[in-house]
C-alpha cells in the first residue's frame, strides 16, 4: 500500500494586532497564526523616538499609520499577506521550542515566542487580542503548536 502525505491549505486561525517588540528600537507588529505557523507583520517601528523627537501630536500620527496598517492586514487573505510588501518573520511550529500565551488584566498581555536555539521574542499588547489567541490554543495545538500555559 502506497502511503499518502496529506496536505493542509494555509488558514489563518487568528490575528494579535499592534503588538510591540522591544528590540533596540521598539517596532509594532500583527501576529498572524495559520495552522502552520505564526507570521510576524511589521506595522511601525521606532514610536517612542519619533514621539520624543516630535511630541504628542507626532506620536499620534504615527501610532495611527501603524493602526491603518494593521486593519488592513486584518482583512487579507493569506495568499495576500504572503505576497505583501510588509516586512516579515516567520516562526514554523516545528522550528519552535514554545509559545507562551498570557492576556492579563493589570498589565500587557504577552505572547513570547520560543525558537530552538535562538533568544526568545516578546510581544506586549491589547488584552482583547491576546485572549483571543489564547481561547483557540487549542485549536493551535492541534496542528502542532507548542503553546505553554
Not at 511601525?44 to 493602526?67: F, K, M, P, Y
Amino acid at each position: 500500500m502506497k502511503e499518502e502525505s496529506i496536505t493542509f491549505e494555509e488558514e489563518i486561525i487568528a490575528t494579535a494586532s499592534q503588538m510591540s517588540h522591544d528590540a533596540i528600537i521598539r517596532t509594532t507588529w500583527d501576529l498572524v497564526f495559520t495552522n502552520r505557523r505564526i507570521i510576524a507583520l511589521k506595522t511601525g517601528s521606532g514610536e517612542d523616538v519619533i514621539g520624543g523627537l516630535l511630541g504628542v501630536i507626532g506620536l499620534a500620527i504615527v501610532r495611527g499609520h501603524s493602526r491603518k496598517k494593521s486593519k488592513k492586514i486584518q482583512k487579507l487573505p493569506i495568499s495576500q499577506i504572503l505576497s505583501s510588501e510588509y516586512e516579515k518573520e516567520f516562526f514554523p511550529y516545528e522550528a519552535l521550542e514554545s509559545i507562551i500565551i498570557r492576556p492579563s488584566r493589570i498589565v500587557s498581555s504577552k505572547i513570547v515566542i520560543k525558537q530552538r536555539g535562538k533568544k526568545k521574542k516578546r510581544y506586549a499588547g491589547n488584552r482583547q487580542d491576546v485572549a483571543r489567541v489564547n481561547d483557540v490554543s487549542m485549536n493551535l495545538r492541534q496542528y502542532g503548536a507548542p503553546i505553554k500555559q
